[in-house]
């Protein structure tokens, strides 16, 4: 009998240790002692010269999603935030942009190669490069990744450092205005676990 008793006791342990790990994580706390909030792009604010512009575009449109939510502030000063939102909307190889140019297409067929020629690209050329170029990349090594839309939050420290992230997501175009899902759902977790002030007091 003890052999079954252990057996039982030991069963009864990995399905408590289940439960507990499949809880959802308690919402931090700074989300309800924040005050101020500013939005960038995983490669740079909104008025970075070459910004990919679908995420200058997020950017946007998540400011946009907050200023309806108004329960942030939102900063033009990084450094002034309590909190620091940061998007990235999903592209694939051969879906970057070059100078404004727009998306760039990728080939179904090798170029074609003058007379001599080994390669279209040279021996500098990288991923996001166009042919011909001099090595300068408006864009970013991160133009390439997850299709999925990401938003992430942080908190500052004193010398302007992330911590964090305290709260992150992906979604198919989940930073998709004028819903911006991602906020949509960033906004039901904080107000689930932390209810406006307006909400908590009794009606007339």
């Known amino acids: 009998m003890k052999p079954a008793k252990a057996a039982l006791l030991l069963l009864l342990l990995f399905i408590a ?4 790990q499949s809880k959802p994580k308690k919402v931090a706390a700074a989300f309800q002692n924040a005050h101020s909030i500013y939005v960038e792009a995983a490669d740079g604010d909104i008025l970075k010269p070459g910004l990919y512009p679908e995420d200058r575009q997020a950017i946007a449109d998540v400011q946009e999603r907050l200023r309806e939510w108004n329960r942030y502030v939102i900063t033009t000063h990084r450094e002034q935030a309590d909190l620091l939102l940061v998007v990235r909307k999903g592209r694939v190889a051969g879906q970057q942009d070059h100078a404004g ?20 690209m040279g021996p500098t050329s990288r991923i996001g490069q166009m042919p011909g170029t001099d090595g300068t990349e408006v864009g970013s090594a991160s133009e390439i990744g997850s299709p999925m839309d990401l ?11 992330m911590m964090g992230p305290i709260w992150s997501r992906e979604m198919d175009e989940g930073l998709d205005g004028p819903s911006v899902r991602l906020v949509e759902q960033l906004k039901s977790e904080i107000e689930k676990a932390y209810p406006p002030e307006s909400a908590k007091q009794p009606g007339p």
């Open 17 to 20: 240790v289940g439960v507990a």
């Open 101 to 120: 140019m727009g998306p760039r297409p990728q080939r179904s067929q090798p170029p074609t190669l003058a007379p001599g020629q080994t390669s279209a």
């Open 151 to 161: 938003l992430r939050v942080y908190t500052l420290s004193a010398n302007g450092k």
